[in-house]
């Protein structure tokens, strides 16, 4: 039994695609459906543009009106035709000449609303820009980016605010959300996630520790309009593999809080991973459903955590319902009644390194994953059966450095180039997954020979979306994990793909390498 939430247009995206997760609650869902199981073999490349930019490519574009609005790293947006991408304009922010970036000159995407587009800079800039003429509006400073800040996901847009979250953790950042006025850019709120001495929070902290302590924000949040709440994963504190040097549980790092989204104020939190000893940040995707839970209709949340553990959550409480591993994990004997791990001594990071799994990418990662209404799984991206001897030494912090007290050595390759070259590379493997929403049980996987840092979408005709670092976008039958369709496109997918609709023709667009490339059906095949 489902209640109303499911088909409601807050939560799966039609002929447009409006937001980075498609929906203020998250499915990375489609209600279109010319593309099915039966004619999906017959997709064919329709457009290809090509960034000029050699840095990340991970942007998942947005659709409105018949345009498509992508950005190319590492601060440019593009506005495209979204039928034959050709270009209506480029609007190119310039970097000062040294930038801090924690983890590559990347940027994953833009928020529009009202005919505006914001993006978030490097240098800590939030920027407005026309969406029809590709001229700058507004320009607010966020923060300092010579102290190792960034600006790399896309802003939310609640109401008349513009809500976005600072990189830069593993560079002695002290994490924080803020948000601003749609018109005019300025301040509304803040909400630190590190707490400072005198607020609820801080004694999580050992000594000075919160000053550096990370949790940085990655990933675009969620709202829950009826609520009025939005939601946040929380990135890993820092250091990352010397938790020797911050005592305590070290709030909010590795947490989703639930934030008023008038006010900023803390709602509630749940924290995945204590004291977080293995990097394992909760930067990714809050899933907002509604249905039965053990006979009662409840908001709930789904989350597949980079930890290795499935939880289900009330979203309008922060109260635990369920968890239970998805892939193979060696450092946590279960979750209490609360939902708080019981550890297993000796996994945590040693001098002589501890091998531990998931490795340190985790069971999964910031790739979006994808609730459908229609089969009512839930599916993911996953990384199986892999471990990393996680190491750990002495480290001060110094302003623009990197301050992460040890380092990995994993069975998992980082990139595909160092996969290809590994001479292990059986050890671990990808594949997508499809979950029963309210137990966490596996019902089928799409096995691959490579894994994967693609996100995932599905269509209210059961066909799901995804790419791997093999180099391959591919379409699968939601329901059985069957394959429908493949093309090898030569890079990696880094990013989650979208589907739009122009004229009653209905387009998937995925970014690959350095190119977005954007398929449909043949015109006799729909």
């Known amino acids: 039994m489902a209640v109303a939430l499911c088909g409601a247009a807050w939560a799966q995206s039609g002929a447009e695609w409006p937001t980075y997760h498609g929906s203020y609650a998250s499915w990375h869902h489609s209600t279109l459906a010319q593309i099915t199981p039966a004619n999906a073999k017959n997709l064919e490349l329709r457009w290809v543009w090509q ?30 035709d979204a039928a034959t991408g050709r270009e209506y304009w480029v609007y190119e922010h310039r970097l000062p000449e040294v930038t801090y970036p924690c983890c590559g000159k990347v940027n994953r995407g833009v928020a529009l609303a009202d005919g505006v587009l914001y993006m978030g800079t490097l240098d800590m800039k939030l920027i407005a820009v026309n969406a029809t003429t590709g001229k700058k509006m507004w320009e607010t400073e966020v923060g300092d980016y010579r102290k190792g800040y960034a600006l790399t996901h ?15 953790g593993e560079l002695g950042i002290r994490g924080f959300i803020a948000a601003y006025d749609a018109k005019t850019g300025k301040e509304a709120w803040r909400f630190k996630t590190i707490p400072e001495p005198g607020e609820p929070g801080n004694e999580t902290w050992g ?19 009826a609520l009025n709440l939005t939601y946040w994963g929380i990135g890993n504190p820092g250091p990352d593999w010397n938790p020797g040097l911050r005592p305590g549980d070290n709030l909010y790092s590795d947490c989703v809080v639930a934030l008023d989204a008038t006010t900023g104020k803390l709602k509630w939190h749940f924290q995945f991973t204590p004291h977080d000893e293995w990097d394992w940040d909760a930067v990714q995707t809050p899933v907002l459903v ?42 946590a004997e279960r979750l209490d009644a609360k939902g708080r791990p019981v550890k297993i001594p000796g996994r945590g990071p040693s ?10 990418q985790g069971g999964t990662n910031w790739f979006a994953p994808s609730y459908s209404p229609v089969t009512k799984h839930f599916y993911l991206s996953v990384w199986d059966d892999y ?37 292990n590379p059986a ?3 990808g594949a997508i997954r499809a979950l029963k929403w309210d137990t966490g049980e596996k019902l089928w996987e799409f096995k691959m020979a490579e894994v994967s840092e693609s996100g995932l979408l599905t269509t209210a005709a059961n066909v799901l979306f995804s790419g791997n670092r093999e180099g391959h976008f591919f379409a699968l039958d939601a329901t059985t994990g069957g394959l429908l369709w493949r093309v090898y496109l030569g890079g990696q997918g880094a990013s989650s793909p979208i589907t739009y609709a122009v004229d009653g023709k209905q387009y998937v667009t995925v970014a690959n390498g350095h190119s977005m490339f954007t398929f449909a059906l043949r015109d006799e095949a729909k």
Do not use: C
């Open 290 to 331: 509604d249905d039965v839970w053990k006979g009662t209709p409840r908001k709930l949340m789904l989350w597949a955590n980079r930890n290795g553990f499935y939880y289900v959550l009330d979203r309008a409480t922060g109260e635990f319902l369920h968890g239970v591993p998805f892939v193979k994990q060696t450092w």
């Open 427 to 429: 050890s671990g493997y």
């Open 207 to 225: 000594g000075d520790s919160w000053k550096h302590g990370g949790a940085s924000i990655w990933l675009t949040g969620s709202y829950d309009p």
């Open 351 to 360: 001098t002589q390194g501890a091998l531990t799994f998931p490795g340190v």
């Open 51 to 80: 960034a000029q930019s050699l840095e990340k490519f991970e942007t998942t574009p947005l659709v409105a009106n018949g345009i498509l609005y992508l950005t190319e790293a590492p601060n440019t947006i593009v506005a495209l």
């Open 387 to 423: 471990s990393s001897r996680y190491f750990s030494w002495d480290q001060p912090y110094e302003q623009g450095k990197w301050y992460v007290a040890g380092g990995v050595k994993s069975d998992v390759a980082p990139t595909r180039r160092d996969r290809l070259n590994r001479r």
């Open 154 to 168: 896309a802003p939310l847009v609640v109401k008349n605010l513009v809500i976005i979250g600072t990189a830069g």
